[in-house]
């Protein structure tokens, strides 16, 4: 399968860790014609959730499959089947990038309270960020 792509994760990694993250997120991620076809022949069984590692539906499916309310579920469920798997695949894509690179988490001198960024002052305690540009408004004219 191709690699997942998308800048927003690997921006800030280097060539090494964009290669790791590549290799851990195409061992993490799941198909979506995959998880489509278990929602449709085995959703009444919850296969589909067990797919996506939603194990509570999984065996809340497997017993009450005897119904038939989970085949009628599982039908409905494989047409919102694609857009859960991208789901659950971003999740995943963002849980391998912030293991790899993780992010630098700027405090406050004053209280410790972690800083937004592009923050003048912080959020808990009111104190001025040192080297944070006051916001000036242009004047209209």
């Not at 076809?37 to 009450?64: D, E, I, S």
């Amino acid at each position: 399968m191709m690699p997942f792509t998308n800048p927003m994760y690997t921006a800030n990694m280097n060539p090494q860790q964009q290669a790791w993250f590549h290799a851990e997120y195409e061992r993490a991620r799941k198909d979506e014609v995959a998880g489509v076809l278990f929602a449709f022949f085995l959703g009444m069984f919850g296969v589909h959730h067990f797919y996506l590692r939603r194990n509570g539906l999984g065996v809340l499916y497997l017993l009450f499959f005897w119904t038939g309310i989970t085949a009628i579920l599982g039908f409905i469920e494989c047409f919102f089947m694609p857009g859960r798997v991208r789901d659950y695949n971003a999740a995943q894509a963002a849980y391998i990038a912030s293991h790899i690179a993780p992010t630098a988490v700027s405090r406050c001198a004053a209280c410790g309270a972690p800083i937004e960024p592009g923050a003048v002052f912080c959020f808990n305690c009111g104190a001025a960020i040192p080297g944070s540009a006051p916001f000036r408004p242009q004047a209209a004219g």
